[in-house]
Every structure is written in structure tokens, then in C-alpha cells.
């Protein structure tokens, strides 16, 4: 019989992203942040290659950033409403860019790297919610690879897999949302 890590369990079943609008300050120090991305990058890496890195965006370089998302969205044709809810989600106190960078490869393909990011992101905003931080897993125009190689330092054959958004959680919680049906999305082969 397995000894579950029942806090562990409980957290998992209830987690919840926050959304950057129910996110304030103070986001986590050097040394909180540090200790996050260590936990991230604890995820599943196939051949131990580390297809991935960091960017961390915090004070005037989030503060330089947040009109610039607003003209790119902008640019891309969204709405007024729209653009300004994208400057506003740079308007908390850390968001860290996971940049999928793979690693040439004879044995593990570039697609199964990329997943190796996106479990950096999951695994970032697990740890961030887990220490007490409000956290959020978001793409849109700054994700983009025009927008993320000028402003965002991004080299030839990297992407934006995830723009996680960290502060502290807000009086207002976010509404649960509905969960799939699981009777739907499960098939068993016996």
C-alpha cells in the first residue's frame, strides 16, 4: 500500500491559478525566486539535457515591457479592452519567461524536449502556489516569437513556452472553474 504525502494529495486535488489581475505585491525575493525555479527545474528531462532556460522580468524591466505588450496586441489586432488587459498582466511583480531551448539530439526528439519545458512551467507554478504565491501560466503577444526575440533575448530555434506570473495572493480568490468529466476523457484497455 503506497504512503501517500496526504498535504501533497489535498494540494493537488484543490490547486488553482491566479490570475495576474488578483496578484499584488510583494513577489518573491532572490532567494524565494531561486528556490522556485530549482524546484521547476526538477521535471522530467529525457537524456538529461536541460532543453530549456529562464528569463526572469522584474521591476523597470517589467515596468519598459508592459506598453510594449499593449502595442503588440494592439498590432495584432485585438481590441482597446483587450491590449490593456495584456500591458496589465505585466503589472505584478516577477513573471518568468520558460524559453524552450533544445539541445541537438540523436536519441531524444525536439517535440519530446519542448514537453520537457512545459513541465518546467507546470512544475513552476505547482512550486510558486505550493510556498504560498499567487501564479499563473499564461502565453499571448509577448510569447510571440517576433516580440520575444527583440525584447525578451530570444536566440534561433527558441520559443516562449509559458510567461509564469508570481505575486502575492489578492483579498479575492479565483472562482473554482468547471473540471472536465473524467467519464469522457478516460479510456482503460484491460
Same mark, same amino acid.
Given at each position: ?52 532556460r ?8 517589467? +515596468? ?16 482597446? =479592452?483587450? /491590449? !490593456? #488587459? %495584456? ?13 524552450s531551448?533544445?539541445?541537438?539530439s ?21 512550486? +510558486? ?13 509577448a510569447?510571440?516569437? =517576433?516580440? /520575444? !526575440? #527583440? %525584447? ?39
Open positions: 500500500m503506497p504512503d501517500p504525502h496526504q498535504d501533497s494529495v489535498e494540494f493537488l486535488r484543490t490547486r488553482r491559478s491566479y490570475p495576474p489581475v488578483l496578484m499584488t505585491g510583494p513577489g518573491p525575493d532572490d532567494v524565494q525566486l531561486r528556490e522556485l525555479l530549482t524546484m521547476a527545474a526538477r521535471s522530467p528531462d529525457h537524456g538529461k539535457l536541460e532543453p530549456w529562464f528569463v526572469v522580468i522584474r521591476g523597470e524591466a517589467l +515596468a519598459r515591457l508592459a506598453p510594449m505588450v499593449e502595442e503588440a496586441s494592439l498590432s495584432a489586432g485585438n481590441s482597446r =479592452e483587450k /491590449a !490593456a #488587459k %495584456h500591458r496589465a498582466a505585466f503589472q505584478v511583480p516577477v513573471v518568468v519567461a520558460v524559453v531551448s533544445p539541445v541537438d540523436d536519441k531524444v526528439p525536439r517535440w519530446e524536449q519542448f514537453l520537457s519545458s512545459g513541465a518546467v512551467c507546470l512544475g513552476l507554478v505547482n512550486a +510558486a502556489l505550493a510556498s504560498g504565491f499567487a501564479a499563473s501560466w499564461l502565453t499571448g503577444v510569447a510571440q516569437p =517576433e516580440f /520575444a !526575440a #527583440k %525584447h525578451l533575448g530570444l536566440t534561433e530555434g527558441e520559443k516562449i513556452v509559458g510567461l509564469i506570473h508570481i505575486g502575492s495572493r489578492g483579498p479575492t480568490a479565483p472562482p473554482d472553474r468547471p473540471r472536465p468529466d473524467m467519464d469522457s476523457k478516460i479510456t482503460v484497455l484491460e
